[in-house]
T-cell receptor, first 114, second 111 residues
Framework: GAGVSQSPSNKVTEKGKDVELRCDPI?????LYWYRQSLGQGLEFLIY????????KSGLPSDRFSAERTGGSVSTLTIQRTQQEDSAVYLC????????????FGPGTRLTVL | GEDVEQSLFLSVREGDSSVINCTYT??????LYWYKQEPGAGLQLLTY?????DMKQDQRLTVLLNKKDKHLSLRIADTQTGDSAIYFC???????????FGKGTKLSVKP
């Protein structure tokens, strides 16, 4: 079956613009995760959704970052007023459940802020 | 705090075995994972091991877990040039079921 998909695959934007990144998880997976991969920080966890709910948003790097998930499926990560330090690869993963199941990753969105 | 450490580079000759090592700190982690990342691609799950196991073998891959020393290793037998990639060790130790990753080991396979 289809894996996790993400769009766009690449996004170049100017500093100060807003961007939206999309993640389409594997059908039936209730748990969804966003991670960020950057040269300096490695792979860092951003936010977790169980269904449509994100119980803890403290992993988001700043209040310019927000995320939502609708219908227990697609999730969007929005970055407002982008800064150069937001340049990274944003990875989404999904799993059947939070505690016992393997996370499967999408191909990522490479964000470049000029 | 939680931390996963791996060496950054490993170079081997084609046909040799590769061993990538990892140490982790959270003794309550239930699952430990190895992911592979090729250039420009996402993370591909290679294998995982449950914390009550010592060893898991899957074709050319062997995972060894020493829970006392919090040490995990991945052995790739008969390494091929197609195995060249970055390998990430991860523990399922985050408070939200999130993975905590090492910095990745870049494996280079010379013909």
């Amino acid at each position: 079956g289809a894996g996790v998909s993400q769009s766009p695959s690449n996004k170049v934007t100017e500093k100060g613009k807003d961007v939206e990144l999309r993640c389409d998880p594997i059908s039936g997976h209730t748990a969804l995760y966003w991670y960020r991969q950057s040269l300096g920080q490695g792979l860092e966890f951003l936010i977790y959704f169980q269904g449509n709910s994100a119980p803890d948003k403290s992993g988001l790097p700043s209040d310019r970052f927000s995320a939502e998930r609708t219908g227990g499926s697609v999730s969007t990560l929005t970055i407002q007023r982008t800064q150069q330090e937001d340049s990274a690869v944003y990875l989404c993963a999904s799993s059947l459940s939070r505690d016992t199941d393997t996370q499967y990753f999408g191909p990522g969105t490479r964000l470049t802020v000029l | 705090g939680e931390d996963v450490e791996q060496s950054l580079f490993l170079s081997v000759r084609e046909g040799d075995s590769s061993v990538i090592n990892c140490t982790y700190t959270d003794s309550s982690s239930t699952y430990l994972y190895w992911y592979k990342q090729e250039p420009g691609a996402g993370l591909q799950l290679l294998t995982y091991i449950f914390s009550n196991m010592d060893m898991k073998q899957d074709q050319r891959l062997t995972v060894l877990l020493n829970k006392k020393d919090k040490h995990l290793s991945l052995r790739i037998a008969d390494t091929q040039t197609g195995d060249s990639a970055i390998y990430f060790c991860a523990e399922k130790g985050g408070s939200q079921g999130n993975l905590i990753f090492g910095k990745g080991t870049k494996l280079s396979v010379k013909p």
